[in-house]
């Protein structure tokens, strides 16, 4: 079955960097984009970007650029999001999740179990 | 960037009766090249992660209950739930993917009454 798993929670001081990991399996990993979305605690769902497995491009939202990486490791079908220069609003949890390349077949459709980052100092 | 508000933004409702809501789009999510309208809809429960119900407008998730169904035009949607279960609480989100970037609703909050 289709399955996205995520690395544990972390806790970072301000102006540090993390990287969140997000490991696929039951599917075929190049076929699928993955997107990453944010959820502040006690707010609603805030989209970052998306990596498309096969090629090797993002597209992260205007807000994100100058500080979000996304990659991936095929060989382990893992996807990283890795967030530089965080501020304590980057405190949140990060879920990853993926999406069907064409798409009229669909949004992002299984989720990761989601990874809190909480920015303290 | 597209905003998306949803109404209302608490909604309580009774096992066994229909219940809906709604979403509208700042601009529209017609896509005028292959006519799909790229509006979905997810249910997060407490403690939980986001889950697909509805896609690309009206087409249901798999393993989706049919009492779910998306519909709508142009910029005004709503999803609807024919005969609502216990577990169907949580809070109701819709995202649109056709303009860059994607960007949610606030939410819908279900709760039974």
């Known amino acids: 079955q289709v399955r996205l798993v995520q690395s544990g929670a972390e806790v970072k001081k301000p102006g540090a960097s993390v990287r969140v990991a997000c490991k696929a399996s039951?599917?075929?990993?190049?076929?699928?984009?993955i997107h990453w979305v944010r959820q502040a605690p006690g707010q609603g769902l805030e989209w970052m970007g998306w990596?498309?497995?096969?090629?090797?491009?993002?597209k992260c939202a205007q807000q994100f650029q100058d500080r979000v990486t996304m990659t991936t490791d095929r060989s382990s079908n893992t996807a990283y999001m890795e967030v530089k220069k965080l501020r304590s609003d980057d405190t949140a949890v990060y879920f990853c999740?993926?999406?069907?390349?064409?798409?009229?077949?669909?949004?992002?459709?299984?989720w990761g179990q989601g990874t809190l980052v909480t920015v303290s100092s | 960037d597209v905003v998306l508000t949803q109404s209302p933004v608490s909604l309580p409702v009774t096992p066994g009766e229909p219940a809906s809501m709604s979403c509208r789009s700042s601009?529209?999510?017609?896509?005028?090249?292959?006519?799909?309208?790229?509006l979905d809809w997810y249910l997060q429960k407490p403690g939980q992660s986001p889950q697909l119900l509805i896609h690309?407008?009206?087409h249901r998730a798999s393993g989706v209950p049919d009492r779910f169904s998306g519909s709508g035009s142009g910029t005004d949607f709503t999803l609807k739930i024919s005969r609502v279960e216990t577990e169907d609480v949580g809070t109701y989100f819709c995202?649109?993917?056709?303009?860059?970037?994607?960007?949610f609703g606030q939410g819908t909050r279900v709760e039974i009454k």
């Open positions: 999740a993926r999406a069907p390349r064409l798409a009229a077949s669909g949004g992002p459709d299984y």
């Open positions: 039951g599917y075929i990993f190049n076929d699928y984009y």
């Open positions: 990596f498309n497995s096969d090629t090797g491009g993002t």
């Open positions: 601009q529209s999510l017609l896509d005028s090249d292959d006519g799909n309208t790229y």
């Open positions: 690309t407008l009206s």
């Open positions: 995202m649109q993917r056709i303009a860059f970037p994607c960007t």
